[in-house]
């Protein structure tokens, strides 16, 4: 499994974006799908994007449409999550997570970023 750290999150004002990224440790094969999840306060755990490493497939929640942008640097081992147009309900601990080499289930997670957007 792959060790996971975020980063980019903090505080902005609704309208507002980020740019959070997601450093990976070690070798990540192609197969691999690595996605961005959210949890509010006092909520579940939601899907909000993902990118397969190999760069051919991605992923967004309806809320993300539009607004959110997924990519990763192969040199620099990193997956990003641009975030525009931030909405006060974008609120959350954004976690990063990687798949098992078949890109079945989420494996592996980081501590999670917290955003917040302030109206």
């Known amino acids: 499994q792959v060790q996971l750290l975020e980063s980019g999150g903090g505080l902005v004002q609704a309208g507002g974006s980020l740019r959070l990224s997601c450093l990976a440790s070690?070798?990540?094969?192609?197969?691999?799908?690595m996605g961005w999840f959210r949890q509010a306060p006092g909520k579940g755990r939601e899907f909000v994007s993902s990118?397969?490493?190999?760069?051919?497939?991605?992923g967004y929640a309806d809320s993300a449409k539009g607004r959110f942008t997924i990519s990763r640097d192969d040199a620099k081992n990193t997956v990003y999550l641009q975030m525009n147009s931030l909405k006060p309900e974008d609120t959350a601990v954004y976690s990063c997570a990687a798949t098992t080499e078949a890109g079945v289930r989420y494996v592996s997670w980081g501590q999670g970023t917290q955003v917040t957007v302030s109206s």
């Open positions: 070690g070798r990540i094969v192609s197969t691999v799908w």
């Open positions: 990118i397969k490493w190999s760069g051919d497939g991605t």
